[in-house]
């Protein structure tokens, strides 16, 4: 899955002007930067309600190429340029954390939805 994928996934919105379609190999969902920090594996997208500059700051140290902002926040300025400098994609969607886990698990493949 590349960046570009992301944003036809129902209800993400972009949030920063395009950046460079990077590959997207896994996602990690969470709101505790330095957990995110620790733990999330790069080359992925990550899924928080944490909307600011500091969020851009700990996904660029952890090779995190995209971020998905949920529960209808607001991206301010300062974070949407950091971003455009650490060519790290916003998106934005309505959807809890959980939802936009599940749409980007399935687009990932991670997803068996025989399973009961």
């Given at each position: 899955?590349?960046?570009?994928?992301?944003?036809?996934?129902?209800?993400?919105?972009?949030?920063?002007?395009?950046?460079?379609?990077?590959?997207?190999?896994d996602a990690y969902t969470g709101d505790l930067l330095s957990?995110?920090?620790?733990?999330?594996?790069?080359?992925?997208?990550?899924?928080?309600?944490?909307?600011?500059?500091?969020?851009?700051?700990?996904?660029?140290?952890?090779?995190?190429?995209?971020?998905?902002?949920?529960?209808?926040?607001?991206?301010?300025?300062?974070?949407?340029?950091?971003?455009?400098?650490?060519?790290?994609?916003?998106?934005?969607?309505?959807?809890?954390?959980?939802?936009?886990?599940?749409?980007?698990?399935?687009?990932?493949?991670?997803?068996?939805?025989?399973?009961?």
């Amino acid at each position: 899955m590349t960046i570009s994928d992301l944003a036809t996934l129902e209800g993400f919105k972009w949030a920063t002007e395009k950046t460079q379609d990077w590959e997207i190999q896994d996602a990690y969902t969470g709101d505790l930067l330095s957990d995110v920090m620790g733990n999330a594996p790069s080359d992925s997208v990550l899924v928080t309600i944490q909307a600011h500059k500091n969020t851009i700051a700990v996904a660029s140290l952890a090779g995190i190429h995209a971020l998905v902002i949920c529960n209808n926040r607001s991206v301010p300025d300062d974070m949407k340029e950091a971003a455009q400098e650490e060519e790290i994609a916003i998106f934005t969607t309505k959807d809890t954390q959980f939802q936009a886990s599940c749409k980007i698990a399935k687009a990932l493949g991670r997803l068996d939805e025989n399973r009961n």
